[in-house]
């Protein structure tokens, strides 16, 4: 009886990684836009992390403060990546929610798996 309910586990297990496995991929799917210098700068990120498209508003291209622009486009980015991470974490969660009893495991830190 033992060794049935051990390849149980181990058939859960699997069927565990898979949908990890689907939910990390459908992060790209997740978007997030976030922007800097009052909407001159709208960076959109996905929940992988990768910027998708960066849009400058034209007042603010100004060759003579080329930093100014640099450093918009830094906060805009920035701020998009930590958008984009706080939903890829939100999608793993629901995935392990859904997976768990009970609704996932209590102080799970899922940053030590990469998510």
């Given at each position: ?62 060759p ?23 939903a ?22 899922l ?5």
């Amino acid at each position: 009886m033992s060794n049935f309910n051990m390849a149980d586990m181990f058939g859960r297990i699997s069927d565990i990684q898979a949908k990890v496995k689907e939910a990390q991929e459908r992060l790209g799917e997740v978007t997030v836009d976030a922007e800097a210098g009052g909407g001159m700068v709208k960076v959109v990120a996905n929940g992988k992390r990768e910027v998708i498209s960066i849009e400058l508003d034209k007042d603010i291209i100004d060759p003579e403060d080329k930093e100014m622009l640099e450093d918009l486009v830094v906060a805009g980015v920035n701020k998009a990546l930590e958008k984009a991470e706080a939903a890829g974490k939100e999608k793993m969660q629901d995935v392990y929610k859904d997976m768990m009893p009970g609704g996932g495991i209590p102080g799970m830190d899922l940053s030590k798996f990469g998510l």
